[in-house]
């Protein structure tokens, strides 16, 4: 896996528990990186609020490398200053949804340069909600 990932890490998913194709993706990166060596955990919106500050404060304390979250479950009440790269692989069509998942690692106490990279492949849906984003 060629990602910065020296440093802890956080990918953002829009649609985890939605549809089907987007989860078996979200498992298929979760196996992919512990396989190349890389502590990973996570959460959904379908995770209770209590199992999600235990995995958001395992993460702070540095017991996982990367950190998996669904746009929406991740998008209000967490800081994550502990990672300095942010991912986003699913667009939403919100853009101030994204600018907040971005900004949850940008927070006071991040001592580091805040990366945000997405992951996107040309022509997909993903691509033409990107342009209309960004470029219209």
Not at 8 to 28: C, H, N, P, V
């Amino acid at each position: 896996c060629s990602m910065p990932l020296f440093e802890e890490s956080m990918f953002y998913s829009a649609l985890q528990e939605d549809w089907g194709i987007l989860k078996r993706r979200t498992l298929y990166l979760k196996e992919k990186l512990k396989k190349d060596g890389f502590k990973v955990t996570g959460f959904s919106g379908s995770d209770s609020s209590s199992k999600r500050k235990i995995i958001v404060d395992s993460f702070q304390e540095g017991l996982f490398d990367v950190i998996i979250i669904s746009l929406k479950a991740g998008n209000a009440g967490i800081t994550l200053h502990t990672a300095n790269n942010v991912f986003i692989y699913d667009l939403w069509f919100n853009p101030q949804v994204l600018a907040q998942a971005i900004a949850r690692v940008h927070r006071i106490g991040q001592n580091k340069d805040v990366n945000a990279y997405f992951l996107i492949l040309d022509k997909t849906f993903d691509k033409t909600i990107y342009d209309i984003i960004y470029f219209n």
